[in-house]
């Protein structure tokens, strides 16, 4: 059994280095291996047994994080009402599937889709919201305060969680969620609960850095320095509520369910 | 068992000072103060609502709820209740005199039995009957005779069995009440039933419950006069403190209110008593005088108290020293470890959490150590009595700390939870080997798990501030220096005590480079700082940080600048309590302090000043932070939000029990 759990120790940590900057991936990984440990804490006289419950929570845990998309979208069906106007930001497949299930059920509402420089994500989710014939309006990033009095409430998904109950995402998310804030407008975050790390930065600059190089169109002088950084992190406080697998929380719950967990 | 302690919560009137037999003191409602997770009794230990003004604590709710728990889940109750019994500080009669109940108590274990034949659980029976013991005990401190009076009725009530006893409770309460006690009745012959508690909860009205106090009040009178007069005046400071409360309920509140308030407020001295840190009510002089003729240490009260404080002890600080030196060799049932530490304490020797709650338990194992327990005594109870008289002799010399109160409740419990096999050796062996590792565990390890995670959040080039002096901080700054790490300290001190002066001089001394400035100046130097660590005396369970006075401007201004505020405390100084402002529960220190600068004569403007009836000098020691200015807490748990605080309280808690 511990040879077992050595060994996947050793796999998860490879599986973290593959992407140092991914904190889902990592967060996957530590809960995944808490479990392991939990399990071969318990006495199994018999290490098969032990090891198929292993491999039963392993599918457990892929069936989980697709169908926890769904759980969620469903939990954020009451918070959309017809005529509203949603302001996303960012390329979540799980606030994808949130618009998506609205928009079946024949809700009407349109989108303000941010657009995502430089990963351009809001060009791809207009793309995936045309298709299922959701009004969609793409605006520039720095025209989220321009447009936030016509908004009534801002979807994004997370990149992890953090135990303060703030979310790393996209960088751009923690602009939006202080204008939203200051405008009085809800902000929901839409994410899985394997998502929730066990990190808790204090300022921006707190996080592991997460670089993505920004390709201007024109070459910069060498003089110049480009702020590189991928992904920030929003504080709890701008946060009106997490739509998760777990259910609709608050986000002081998340440290809650952290310890529960971990302790 | 059960039907006394639904009939006393049932009335929802308290009976304080005294107890009869029929209606054990408050000790139910006591244990009752908050909702009972069954599963995790040894947080009923410290009640939730030791605050001490009624507006923060909707009682009913909580009584009700606990009438419910309190029905499934017996164990727990009587057990911590049998514990805070006996602290209750100033009714204890401390200086050795071993009272004749007490001899009472050790040769009468056939009591058990009855009620153990009934209930039919034995372990609850024994401890029920163990609690019943410890009520009666005290009851006897509270009131010298009534307690012998009560412990020979109850041995008599009692020879027939459960049954018997819950006849004169029935019958008290059919008097006053007859809906509610058919409500009671079928509820006791349940047993352990725990539907019908909350109508009968609505069913006492205002007139109800003041007539059937009445009438208690009456019967107790009949019965022995002593009690009648201990709970005449202790239930007039009841009455009295609505209104002498400044910040009264609102003006539009009916009599009911006050009324219930001043039930409440019987039912939270009842509970504070019962606590490890205690919180008398100071202004209630029938109570102060009592406590006075059981005080070990002579303490004369001061002259110009604030108004706003009465209800805090408040000293004459100089005379209490000499006092208790030349009493060394008068207090022979005093432990000289205990006398010692005592006096440490009241000379200021030994101060901050950590150290106080160490050198109180490195005296109690010096006690457990030359114990040995009288005969025809059993050594949980006898020791733990032992135990509360000298934590009532450290209260006197100085107040507890809320850590301090943790750490009692957690030895108590040890020793209750002695196995009956083990012979007095091995149980005085045990106890040492717990505190052994209670010290090592949760102070000596948890302040290094705490460095580790703090040390990363310091960056190079941070300017990290600090207020006072924290040994843990302290821990954390010398760490990080040693790792190499680059940043300079900016200390923020304070008078009187000027503690950071000691902090400068040792962290200078290794190498650091520092600031020191005093608290005036925190405003100019905040933008300067990248991050703030704060210690704690305590975290409150609304995530407030109960802590040396100075630190919520310190933690203010920082969150004024968006500074981070870090808050460093072990996980055994969080408690259930919830405070939301400093005056409730704060500690007064001497105020010559403050009109005094040692070393500068020429500016002694207040020396003449300080008698004058127009003038009064206030020393707080303790504030209160609230949780909006405050980042993160740094526990042995991790860095939790001061949200979590009751999620560790909740799990911290259940580990009391796993222990």
């Known amino acids: 059994m511990m040879e077992l759990e050595i060994e996947l120790k050793k796999a998860s940590d490879s599986l973290k280095l593959w992407d140092a900057t991914s904190i889902s991936l990592t967060a996957g990984c530590d809960l995944f291996m808490r479990y392991v440990t939990r399990t071969s804490a318990l006495e199994y006289e018999d290490f098969n047994s032990a090891k198929s419950r292993l491999i039963e929570r392993a599918e457990k845990f892929g069936e989980i994080s697709c169908k926890a998309r769904r759980i969620i979208a469903m939990l954020s069906q009451d918070f959309i009402f017809d005529g509203c106007t949603i302001m996303v930001h960012g390329f979540s497949r799980v606030v994808l599937e949130v618009l998506k299930t609205a928009a079946q059920s024949k809700k009407l509402f349109r989108v303000f889709c941010t657009e995502g420089r430089p990963d351009r994500t809001g060009l791809r989710l207009s793309n995936e919201l045309a298709k299922l014939d959701v009004p969609v309006k793409l605006l520039i990033d720095s025209a989220v305060a321009y447009t936030m009095d016509d908004v009534d409430m801002v979807f994004v998904g997370a990149d992890g969680v953090v135990e303060s109950g703030g979310i790393i995402n996209m960088m751009g998310t923690y602009q939006m969620a202080l204008v939203a804030h200051s405008m009085n407008k809800p902000v929901y975050v839409a994410a899985e609960s394997y998502k929730f790390a066990r990190l808790y930065p204090l300022d921006q600059k707190d996080m592991a850095p997460a670089l993505r190089p920004i390709d201007f169109g024109v070459p910069i002088p060498s003089k110049v320095e480009v702020e590189t950084s991928a992904r920030d992190y929003t504080p709890p406080q701008y946060l009106t509520l997490l739509f998760t697998d777990l259910g609709v929380l608050t986000p002081s719950v998340v440290s809650d369910e952290l310890i529960q967990l971990y302790l | ?659």
């Open chain 2, 1 to 659: 068992m059960d039907a006394r302690r639904a009939t006393t919560t049932v009335p929802r009137v308290r009976q304080v000072g005294f107890f009869t037999p029929n209606a054990p003191p408050a000790q139910p409602s006591r244990t009752h103060s908050f909702p009972l997770d069954s599963s995790s009794p040894p947080l009923s230990n410290s009640p939730v609502n030791n605050s001490l003004s009624p507006v923060m604590i909707p009682p009913s709710r909580h009584l009700s709820d606990n009438l419910v728990h309190r029905a499934t889940s017996p164990l727990p109750v009587p057990e911590p209740s049998a514990f805070r019994r006996p602290i209750r500080s100033h009714h204890v009669a401390v200086v050795g005199s071993y009272n004749p109940t007490e001899s009472l108590l050790g040769s009468s274990p056939p009591l058990a039995s009855p009620s153990s034949r009934v209930i039919g659980d034995g372990e609850f029976s024994e401890e029920s009957s163990a609690g019943w013991f410890r009520r009666s005990n005290s009851a006897k401190f509270a009131s010298s005779f009534s307690g012998a009076f009560d412990l020979t009725s109850v041995k008599s009530s009692e020879t027939g069995g459960f049954h018997q006893v819950k006849k004169p409770v029935v019958a008290q309460l059919k008097e006053e009440k007859s809906g509610a006690a058919a409500v009671v009745e079928p509820q006791i012959n349940k047993g352990l039933s725990s539907s019908s508690t909350k109508p009968l909860k609505e069913k006492t009205t205002k007139a109800e419950r003041r007539a059937l106090q009445e009438a208690q009040r009456a019967a107790k009178a009949a019965a022995k006069d002593m009690t009648v007069s201990v709970g005449v005046s202790t239930s007039k400071p009841v009455k009295k403190q609505p209104a002498q409360k400044k910040d009264a309920p609102p003006p539009a509140s009916s009599i009911a209110v006050s009324d219930r308030k001043g039930v409440e407020r019987s039912m939270e001295k009842e509970r504070r008593k019962d606590i490890p840190a205690p919180r008398m009510q100071f202004d209630d002089k029938s109570r102060v005088e009592k406590a006075k003729k059981r005080a070990v240490v002579n303490q004369s009260e001061a002259r110009n108290r604030v108004e706003l404080f009465r209800h805090l002890p408040q000293y004459e600080h100089g005379t209490q020293l000499p006092d208790l030196e030349s009493k060394f060799f008068q207090l022979d049932p005093m432990h000289p470890a205990v006398y010692k530490v005592g006096l440490q304490y009241l000379a200021g020797d030994i101060s901050g959490g950590n150290a106080r709650c160490i050198a109180m338990l490195q005296a109690f194992q010096e006690v457990i150590k030359d114990y040995s327990t009288p005969p025809e005594k059993s050594l949980t109870r006898d020791l733990t009595a032992k135990i509360s008289s000298f934590v009532s002799f450290f209260t006197e010399c100085r107040p507890l700390s809320m850590s301090m109160g943790n750490t009692i409740r957690f030895l108590k419990s040890r020793i209750a939870k002695l196995p009956l096999t083990f012979s007095e050796s091995e149980a005085k062996a045990s106890l040492c080997a717990d505190i052994d590792r209670f010290i090592n565990e949760k102070i000596v390890l948890a302040d290094n798990v705490i460095i580790q995670h703090a040390v990363t959040k310091i960056m190079d080039g941070d300017v990290l501030l600090t207020y006072g002096s924290s040994c843990v901080v302290e821990m954390i700054l010398l760490y990080a220096h040693e790792l190499g790490k680059q940043f300079r300290v900016v200390i923020v001190d304070s008078r009187p005590k000027l503690k950071g002066q000691a902090l400068l001089r040792r962290l200078v001394g290794k190498g650091l480079s520092c600031t020191y400035t005093h608290i005036n100046a925190v405003s100019y130097i905040m933008h300067e700082v990248t991050r703030v660590f704060l210690g704690s005396s305590s975290v409150l369970s609304n995530g407030t940080v109960y802590s040396r006075v100075g630190t919520a401007c310190v933690a203010m201004v920082a969150h004024a600048f968006h500074v981070p505020v870090l808050i460093c405390c072990e996980a055994y100084k969080f408690h259930e309590r919830v405070l939301l402002d400093s005056i409730c529960s704060n500690e007064l220190g001497d105020p010559d302090a403050l009109s005094k600068v040692p070393g500068r004569m020429d500016i002694n403007y207040l020396d003449d000043l300080t008698n004058k009836d127009n003038m009064q000098l206030l020393n707080l020691m303790y504030d209160a932070t609230p949780s909006e200015y405050v980042s993160m807490i740094i526990t042995d748990y991790g860095m939790i939000p001061p949200t979590s605080v009751p999620v560790i309280v909740r799990e911290y808690g259940r580990e009391y029990l796993w222990i």
